[in-house]
């Protein structure tokens, strides 16, 4: 079982370069992008279909950010090449970038259907976390500064190191480790992964780009094996789960003193809890499920509608001693209550009956606001 | 408020104040919050009672003071146009309660006793306690290498008032001595006297995004004044009323100054 591949070749089913206009069969994979880009103020904003997924991970519409986002997307029918965040693509014409917080909208300027005219095509989206180029890596209170200090190498033993997902800077990822483990700041660690490292995860991006992930991950399996013998817990939240599994992968022999809590965890996480079982790595013993979904992060949330029975299944098979059995129990029985739960696909298929529905009308009827044109927000504000 | 180079931050006149009691003063302090999160940590408003329980919240210095945390907060800002965030600020005060060796040493409320205080300090971060190597050359190395005022006269003191709020700078290096140590700004720690007994520490450290960096837009002289003026604009929102008892031993303590 694998989370869904993000991959997409960017304006794929765009013509070449030289041509301006779409193709019937390459135009049903577009919807409006949301009720306010019908082309009836500026030009019509659209977007494929098969980017659904990967924006409802990326943009919650309930959000300050995720609505100056849609907003920002929305002013794409105004914009020219000269706007701000606009970058053209010197090598082909009609192609530009628009530069948002969290990702980048490829997208092309062509001539729409009918009398349409110029219509704007999001081809692609990819995930983009901002940083402060803050180093990657392993980080620890000192007592006298009241800082953390960076680590190539450190005892860790018993203390908890907390593997953070995406965030904007090191001290929000201090503060997330702070909110999640109630320990005294000198028994806390952090493995810190900055934004430009998650960008390349799998997660987020299935590009042969992992320069800088590899050396993430070399940096953490190097702390792990320098504390192989002693007492750690790990705590690894969203895309740190992604690093923590991928760090596993080249430790030879067992971390049997050692613990972990999984909190939303971003990766798939059947296969990591496999692993941990086989490093004899073992659950947390406090009172909290060892593996939390909390409903916060929405990342977490999507990916995981595609891999929800895969993942009861292996928290079922979940057994430890002293681990925190009740609340575990409860975990899952929450999970399996909403097992049939999928919005995201329900969502989508209902853009692919829109796009579908599209074809069949003329394109002056489709720019007004019926049920046949469900935009792709409507659709995102469903999920 | 806007800022140089198109950047806006949050409306201090329109964000929650916060204060804080201590009997012998109060403190206000206005914080801006992230629309999107609750991260971070705010005590309790009465502090005229310090714990004695322990907790996550507060600390024994390995110098042998103790430290309560009061605010661990985070707020950005922003490009105008885009609303891309440029910059991060970290605003971390705590309380220091005086212990009895350091009273011994000075009070708070004498100007002067109180910086030859927080540069000794300083120097004693710089080598981690050892007093022995206090006047090395080591001592001078590290204290290069933590970007730290290298002599009292170095210290800039923030106007408030009848007491100035001394402005030390700080930074703990990587342990590689690789190239991302060339461009790291040093964070500021500020001390703000309260009373005899107690004293307030802000670690204020203002993060830039590397969207603001890599694109060039920004030179290092405009990185260095955005941050010095989202740092006075924090500065200028602290506000401490001290009581008339404390007012009269300021008076005291600075009379020849």
């Not at chain 1, 082309?39 to 409802?56: D, E, P």
């Not at chain 1, 702390?223 to 002693?230: A, E, G, L, R, T």
């Not at chain 1, 029985?333 to 097992?339: G, I, P, R, S």
């Not at chain 2, 007491?163 to 461009?183: C, F, H, Q, R, V």
């Amino acid at each position: 079982m694998a989370i869904p591949s993000l991959n997409a070749k960017k304006l794929s089913h765009l013509p070449s370069p030289s041509k301006t206009l779409l193709t019937k069969q390459a135009m049903k994979d577009f919807v409006y992008f949301s009720d306010n880009t019908k082309g009836i103020n500026g030009k019509a904003v659209k977007i494929k279909i098969g980017l659904f997924l990967r924006f409802a991970a990326l943009v919650d519409p309930k959000t300050h950010t995720g609505q100056t986002i849609i907003r920002q997307i929305e002013n794409l029918r105004m914009l020219n090449a000269a706007s701000p965040g606009v970058h053209a693509n010197v090598h082909s014409a009609f192609r530009f970038m628009l530069q948002l917080s969290n990702m980048q909208v490829f997208y092309a300027v062509l001539d729409g259907e009918g009398q349409a005219g110029k219509e704007i095509f999001i081809g692609d989206i990819k995930a983009d976390f901002g940083g402060n180029g803050e180093k990657a890596g392993l980080y620890v209170y000192n007592a006298v500064t009241r800082k953390y200090d960076s680590y190539k190498q450190t005892n860790l033993d018993h203390k908890a190191v907390y593997l953070n997902g995406h965030c904007e800077q090191l001290q929000i990822a201090l503060k997330n480790a702070k909110s999640r483990i109630s320990l005294a700041n000198a028994d806390i660690a952090v493995f810190y992964t900055p934004g430009k490292v998650i960008n390349e995860l799998g997660v987020w991006n299935s590009s042969s780009s992992r320069k800088t992930v590899n050396e993430s991950i070399g940096k953490l399996r190097d702390v792990m094996k320098f504390n192989q013998d002693k007492k750690v817990s790990w705590v690894a939240e969203a895309e740190g789960a992604e690093i923590f599994s991928n760090a596993l992968d080249g430790m030879n022999g067992v971390l049997s003193g050692h613990k972990f809590r999984l909190i939303d965890p971003l990766t798939n996480t059947p296969m990591l809890l496999q692993k941990l079982k086989s490093k004899e790595i073992k659950p947390a013993i406090d009172e909290i499920a060892p593996v939390t979904y909390t409903g916060e992060n929405r990342a977490t949330t999507i990916f995981l509608e595609s891999q929800k029975n895969a993942v009861i299944n292996a928290l079922k098979m979940l057994r430890a001693k002293n681990y925190a059995e009740r609340p575990h129990q409860n975990m899952v029985k929450e999970l399996e209550a909403t097992a049939d739960n999928k919005p995201v696909e329900k969502n989508k298929q209902a853009l692919t009956n829109t796009a579908a529905l599209n074809q069949r009308v003329p394109a002056k009827v489709v720019v007004t606001d019926n049920k046949a044109a469900l935009s792709f927000i409507t659709a995102l504000k469903r999920v | 408020m806007k800022f140089n180079n198109n950047v806006i931050g949050p409306d201090f006149d329109k964000a929650d104040i916060v204060s804080f009691d201590f009997g012998v003063a109060e403190v206000s302090v206005v914080l801006p919050k992230d629309p999107d999160s609750d991260l971070g940590y705010i005590a309790p408003q009465d502090q005229r009672q310090l714990p004695t329980e322990p907790g996550i919240y507060w600390e024994t210095h390995p110098f042998g003071f103790r430290v309560f945390d009061l605010v661990q907060k985070s707020w950005s800002y922003c490009d105008k146009d885009s609303e891309i965030p440029l910059a991060f600020e970290n605003f971390n005060l705590s309380l220091i309660e005086v212990s009895d060796e350091m009273r011994a040493e000075m009070n708070p409320l004498n100007k002067q006793e109180f910086i030859d205080w927080v540069f000794t300090f300083f120097r004693r971060i710089a080598v981690r306690g050892d007093s022995s190597l206090l006047g090395s050359d080591y001592e001078l190395v590290r204290m290069k290498a933590y970007q730290m005022p290298l002599s009292k006269n170095e210290i800039e003191l923030y106007p408030a008032g009848r007491l100035n709020w001394p402005m030390l700078t700080i930074d703990s290096p990587y342990d590689d001595g690789d190239e991302a140590n060339a461009d790291r700004d040093p964070d500021y720690f500020i001390y703000i006297p309260l009373s005899e007994n107690l004293f307030l520490y802000l670690d204020n450290s203002i993060s830039i995004s590397s969207r603001a960096t890599d694109s060039g837009t920004f030179s290092r002289s405009e990185i260095l004044q955005l941050k010095r003026d989202i740092l006075m604009e924090i500065l200028a929102h602290i506000k401490v009323t001290y009581s008339p008892d404390i007012l009269k031993l300021i008076e005291e303590q600075n009379s020849e100054t």
